[in-house]
């Protein structure tokens, strides 16, 4: 992945490309997903996480099975930066991600196993993406909104584990509710069926002849 020629930013990346998207909170790694480049332009970034790609997960406790849903971070560990990192499988569905690199949210698309029909939508609240050497870094803000596929219907999840992060410091009230009007605003650009949010991203499928991603030995390096 090579530096832009008298440049301090990194080169834009092409389609195919294989990068490591990762969560990063305060100078330490979160979450590695392997994935793969789809799109990379000023006004939208758009990657692909295989079923069972490699990633690397923060949990509080190792001995959770991280698969039963229970494995994930508390408020209180990532305030005090205390996880563990092991490695997993990307096992929810084949996943696209979207996201414009300067706003605080992405859209997720999942599509069921066999790739015939998108299961469902979610915007998952994160920061505006950081290029790195490996790919991207953001932050994820624990609220999300789940959207059915047809985006007629939708709910807010992890509401619970955001007013966690505001007891815990992670947020003042004042970002708190930036927070939530974003997830608002989301919410309605996805029911209005927006570009470059809109459906048509239901037609659209992974190149058969992509190999797996990886992760770098390095991976952990901010």
Do not use: C
Request: no cysteine; charged share 30%; net charge negative.
């Amino acid at each position: 992945m090579a530096i832009a020629e008298n440049s301090n930013e990194y080169e834009r990346f092409q389609p195919g490309d294989h990068i490591v998207m990762r969560n990063v909170f305060d100078g330490r790694v979160q979450t590695v997903f392997a994935s793969i480049v789809i799109v990379d332009t000023p006004e939208l970034v758009g990657i692909w996480i295989p079923l069972s790609a490699p990633i690397m997960n923060g949990v509080s406790d190792p001995s959770i099975d991280f698969d039963t849903g229970k494995g994930h971070l508390s408020a209180e560990s990532v305030a005090t930066k205390d996880w563990t990192m092991v490695p997993r499988t990307w096992h929810t569905a084949g996943t696209l991600r979207l996201k414009n690199p300067r706003a605080m949210w992405s859209l997720w698309v999942f599509w069921d196993e066999g790739l015939e029909n998108v299961r469902g939508w979610y915007i998952n609240i994160d920061s505006p993406y950081k290029r790195t050497r490996f790919g991207f870094d953001t932050w994820d803000m624990f609220l999300d909104v789940v959207v059915e596929a047809d985006r007629k219907s939708w709910r807010y999840k992890d509401e619970d584990e955001f007013s966690d992060a505001i007891k815990a410091g992670l947020f003042t009230e004042r970002e708190a509710e930036e927070v939530r009007a974003t997830a608002a605003q989301a919410l309605e650009i996805i029911k209005s069926n927006r570009t470059p949010f809109d459906n048509v991203w239901e037609k659209w499928r992974p190149d058969l002849l992509w190999e797996m991603p990886q992760l770098p030995d390095d991976w952990e390096r901010v």
